[in-house]
C-alpha cells in the first residue's frame, strides 16, 4: 500500500527525522490559512499523487502552469495562486503512465535553502531476505539512472537481522555521501530512525529523494515514498487509515473488497483464473499466441458463486476487453461452481463480448453440461494452448 508524501513525512517526524514544517491542503481557503500560518518566504507548492517525478512532470490542462507538480512561490498571493491553478488538474509523470493522475491535494511546505541534494532509500532485499540501504550522492534523480550510469556513485548494504542496525552502518552512509560535523552525526541517527520505523511499521519502501544538505549544514528528508507490506496491514490500523482509495484503480477497489486477487494490465484479454500459478501461465500463453491480457485475476481456491460473478463483473466493466477467457483447474474449486458462477454474471451484466471457457479437474463434466444447456453462447476449449489460441481468434477477427 502506498500513501502520499504529507503523510509519509508526518510518520518520519513521529520518529523523530528531521523534515520541513508543511500542511497539507484541499482547496483555497485552507491554502491561505496554510501560508498564513508557515510565514514564508518561501513556500514550495507540491500536488500530492501516489507517483513521483513529480516536479519534472507536466500538467495535462493548459491553466494548471507549465512548471509542474513542485512549484517555488515567493509570495503568499503565488502559493494560493500555483494551489488553485494545480488542483483538480491531472498532473502526468514519467510514474504516472500517460493518462496522468488527478491532483486531490496539495502539501503547502515551507521553502528549504538547499547545499547538495542526495539519494537515500530503504527497501525489502528478497534475495538476501534483509532491509537493504542505497545511498547516492546524486540525489534528486532516478536512481535507476544513476544505476544505469554511473553505478560508481551508489552504496547498498543489507543489515543483518540477528545484530539489528549499528552506528557503523550509518557511519558509512555518512561517508558514502561526504558528510562531516554535525550533518554526519545527524545522518548516523537518521540511519537508526529509519530502520527502526521500516521494521515496526512493515514498510516495504522508504525512499528519501532527496535527502539535503541544508546550508547551514544540517540534513533533512525533503521528499518522501512509503509503501507499505500488505499483508501485514491487519495490525497497523493506523497506517490503514491513511489509505487513499481516490489513488488506487477503481477495478483493483473493487476487486480487494471481495477478496479477489486482480491486477489490472493494458491488454485485451479478460483473464480469469483460479490460481496464481495458472494466472500467471494463461498470461504468458496469450502473449505467445499473439495477444495481451487485460489483467491478472486469481479468483482463489475457495471461490463461491458471488466472488466468481463478482470477479467477472469487474472483468466486463473494463472498456478495453475484446475477450474473455475462464481457465479453470477443478482442485479444491468445483467446475460447477465456476460454470455456475460465470452464467450468473452473464445474465446479470450481457456479453459483449467473445468468452472462451476451459475447465477442468472435479466435476468437469457437470460443469461443462451447465455451460452447455445454459444456451449462451460461449467457445468450449478443451486444454490451455486451444484455449488461448481460440480467445485470440475471436478477438483479433476471424472466429
Ligand atoms: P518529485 O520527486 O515528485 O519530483 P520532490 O519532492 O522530490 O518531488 O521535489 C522535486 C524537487 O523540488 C526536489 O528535488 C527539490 O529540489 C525541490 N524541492 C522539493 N521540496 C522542497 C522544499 N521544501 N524546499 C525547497 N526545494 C524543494
Ligand atoms: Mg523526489
Given amino acids: 500500500m502506498n500513501i502520499h508524501e504529507y503523510q509519509a513525512k508526518q510518520i518520519l517526524k513521529e520518529y523523530g527525522a ?14 491561505r490559512r496554510a501560508v498564513e500560518t508557515l510565514g514564508g518566504p518561501v513556500w514550495v507548492v507540491k500536488a500530492q499523487i501516489h507517483a513521483g517525478g513529480r516536479g519534472k512532470g507536466k500538467f495535462k490542462e493548459s491553466d494548471a502552469g507549465e512548471k509542474g507538480g513542485v512549484r517555488i512561490a515567493k509570495s503568499e498571493d503565488e502559493a494560493v495562486a500555483f494551489v488553485e491553478q494545480m488542483l483538480g488538474k491531472t498532473l502526468v509523470t514519467h510514474q504516472t503512465g500517460p493518462s496522468g493522475k488527478q491532483v486531490g491535494r496539495i502539501y503547502l511546505e515551507e521553502g528549504a535553502a538547499i547545499a547538495r541534494e542526495l539519494y537515500l532509500s530503504l527497501l525489502v532485499d528478497r534475495e538476501t531476505s534483509r532491509i537493504s540501504f542505497i545511498a547516492s550522492t546524486e540525489g534528486g534523480m532516478d536512481i535507476e539512472e544513476v544505476a544505469a550510469e554511473t553505478p560508481e556513485k551508489i552504496l547498498t548494504f543489507s543489515v543483518d537481522p540477528a545484530t539489528g542496525i549499528q552506528p557503523f552502518h550509518g557511519r558509512k552512509v555518512a561517508f558514502a555521501l561526504g558528510l562531516e560535523g554535525q550533518a554526519m552525526k545527524q545522518c548516523v541517527k537518521l540511519i537508526d530512525t529509519l530502520y527502526r520505523l521500516f521494521v515496526e511499521k512493515d514498510c516495504s519502501l522508504v525512499e528519501i529523494n532527496p535527502l ?3 546550508e547551514s549544514g544540517d540534513i533533512k528528508c525533503l521528499d518522501c515514498k512509503m509503501n507499505f507490506d500488505s499483508n501485514a496491514l ?25 477478496d479477489l486477487n486482480y491486477i489490472a494490465l493494458d491488454g485485451e484479454i479478460g483473464c480469469m483464473v483460479n490460481g496464481a500459478g495458472l494466472a500467471m501461465a494463461t498470461m504468458d500463453i496469450i502473449k505467445l499466441y499473439g495477444s495481451e491480457p487485460a489483467n491478472f485475476l486469481d ?4 471461490a463461491t458463486k458471488e466472488k466468481v460473478t463478482e470477479a467477472f463483473k469487474i472483468i466486463t466493466s473494463d472498456p478495453q476487453v475484446k475477450g474473455i477467457l475462464v481457465n479453470i483447474f477443478g482442485g479444491i474449486m468445483r467446475c460447477d461452481v ?10 446479470e451484466v450481457g456479453l459483449q463480448v467473445p468468452l472462451v471457457v476451459r475447465l477442468e479437474g472435479t466435476n468437469v463434466e457437470l460443469g461443462k453440461d451447465i455451460i452447455n444447456k445454459s444456451g449462451l453462447d460461449v467457445i468450449a476449449a478443451d486444454n490451455l494452448a486451444d484455449a488461448a489460441q481460440k480467445i485470440v481468434k475471436a478477438v483479433k477477427g476471424g472466429a
Fill in 18 to 31: 528531521p523534515v520541513s514544517r508543511g500542511v497539507p491542503v484541499l482547496d483555497a481557503a485552507e491554502a
Fill in 212 to 214: 539535503i544538505v541544508t
Fill in 234 to 258: 491487519y495490525r497497523h490500523p493506523e497506517i490503514v487509515e491513511l489509505r487513499d482509495e481516490t489513488e488506487e484503480d477503481p477495478k483493483e477497489l473493487e476487486a480487494s473488497k471481495f
Fill in 299 to 302: 479468483v482463489g481456491g475457495g
Fill in 338 to 347: 465456476i460454470a455456475e458462477g460465470v452464467i450468473a454474471a452473464v445474465k
